[in-house]
């Protein structure tokens, strides 16, 4: 937002990050994600349920520690969506920021090479395409073996804010202040007039754009309101099977290189090891496949009081998703089963987990089309916008962080151009 909206040097924007420094090099490793027990690169959320919730902090957000997986949404996945978010417009924005079939963009896209394939994730396509599964051999992902594509340079992450903030750095109209913790939001009336800081510092501002993420940008509204809300919140909710290779060959390779898109609504994840060589402070548990729930029927709370404090209740999994998974969890069991994975895998390590975790996606706690205009505006106080994983009305049949970018890029734009 802020490097588009600064492109015109008539408008200034002053980017406040609570986080203290960008990530550098070692913290963007693909192969390392620093987001364990210890990390200061993310804030510690915790769910009801004793998930932890881990999200990034520091410039760039969860962009800077996330798993480096950027696959665009399935075109059906935009039907619910306001009709001035035409397809051809979303796939445009996308392009820009992934490069389109070529790769490349702003975030540095490409699809990750067979060898970053284990031998069992290898396997584990060759699998499902023999059963009949298309390999998606598209930008736009759909039912089928898709390999995964990765916003990354090599073998590091390419965040959010080495894409579009560091080739910004030389405009006068562009401030990005780090260490900058909103308190609240500096209310007048129904109008918002800017920010006031947790040192006390007030920011005046014609417009407030909250990029705080689906965790904190609707605590922040009801601490600066004073009122208390209760508003969904949307999670893919994942279920793993986990088996002991043979050999630990994917050291050093990224987390997540393909994946299943079924035709009832799941992902189902190959990744290449164990979480614990990824993440510090984790215990090991064995590598893993997981089926993913990507369309839940369920919804799960953020409970925020008057004063902000809030309960994160990513919800009960509705019965009919969870038999699902556990089908697919199943399926998967009998897959690692099969000869083929014979010489990889120990075959009596396979068990499926009892509990379902979480794959850290949360949004839609103000959707746009609800809670906010079809441009990200919060309907009830003026001034202020909202544009990040909150915002997205509904789920996709991949992971959200091509989409909350591409989602940004069209919001941008048309404030740009004034055309709303
Ligand atoms: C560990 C992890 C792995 C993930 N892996 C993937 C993946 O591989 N692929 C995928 O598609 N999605 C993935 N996701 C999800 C994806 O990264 C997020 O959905 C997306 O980055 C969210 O963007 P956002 O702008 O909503 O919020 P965020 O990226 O969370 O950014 C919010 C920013 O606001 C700052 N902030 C918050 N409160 C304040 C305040 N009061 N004052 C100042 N600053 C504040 C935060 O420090 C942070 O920098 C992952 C998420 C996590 C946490």
């Known amino acids: 937002m802020a490097e588009r909206l600064t492109r015109d040097d008539t408008v200034e924007v002053i980017l406040l990050e609570q986080g203290p420094t960008a990530a550098d090099d070692a913290d963007l490793e693909l192969a390392m994600l620093p987001v364990g027990p210890a990390s200061d690169r993310v804030t510690h959320h915790r769910s009801t349920g004793g998930l932890t919730l881990p999200r990034g902090r520091g410039p760039g957000g969860s962009s800077a520690v996330n798993g480096g997986y950027f696959m665009r949404w399935h075109d059906d996945d935009f039907a619910g969506w306001d009709r001035s978010w035409d397809l051809d417009a979303i796939a445009a924005a996308y392009t820009d920021i992934d ?68 080739p910004a750095r030389g405009r006068t109209s562009l401030t990005v202040r780090a260490g900058a913790r909103a308190d609240r939001l500096h209310v007048d009336g129904a109008r918002v007039r800017g920010v006031v800081l947790d040192t006390g510092e007030t920011i005046v501002a014609d417009e407030t754009i909250l990029c705080a993420g689906t965790l904190a940008s609707a605590a922040l509204i009801s601490r600066s309101t004073g009122t208390a809300s209760t508003r969904r919140i949307g999670e893919h909710r994942e279920l793993l099977v986990r088996y002991r290779p043979r050999d630990d060959v994917g050291a050093r390779m ?107 996606h949360a949004w839609g706690s103000m959707p746009m089309g609800g809670v906010t205009d079809v441009n990200g505006a919060f309907l009830g106080l003026d001034g202020l916008r909202v544009i990040d994983g909150s915002i997205l009305p509904g789920p996709g049949s991949s992971g959200p962080h091509a989409t909350l970018m591409m989602t940004a890029s069209v919001i941008a734009a048309r404030l740009a151009s004034e055309r709303f």
């Open 99 to 166: 490069g389109g079939v070529g790769g490349g963009g702003a975030m540095s896209v490409r699809r990750f090479a067979d060898a970053e394939l284990t031998p069992i994730a290898s396997e584990f396509e060759n699998h499902w395409a023999e059963i009949g599964y298309d390999r998606v051999d598209s930008v736009i992902p759909r039912v089928g073996v898709n390999r995964v594509r990765s916003n990354s340079r090599g073998s590091h992450r390419m965040p959010a804010d080495r894409a579009y903030l560091w």
């Open 254 to 360: 990224p987390l997540l290189p393909t994946v299943l898109h079924t035709e009832d609504g799941m992902e189902i994840r190959c990744y290449n090891g164990d979480f614990a060589r990824y993440i510090d402070g984790v215990e090991p548990t064995g590598s893993a496949i997981g089926i993913a729930l990507m369309k839940p029927r369920a919804a799960g709370a953020l409970v925020i009081e008057a004063g902000g404090a809030q309960q994160v209740d990513l919800g009960d999994i509705d019965p009919q998703d969870l038999v699902q998974m556990r089908s697919w969890g199943e399926r998967v069991a009998e897959m690692l089963a099969d000869r083929r994975f014979a010489t990889l895998l120990d075959a009596d390590s396979v068990t499926v987990d009892d509990d379902v975790l979480t794959s850290q």
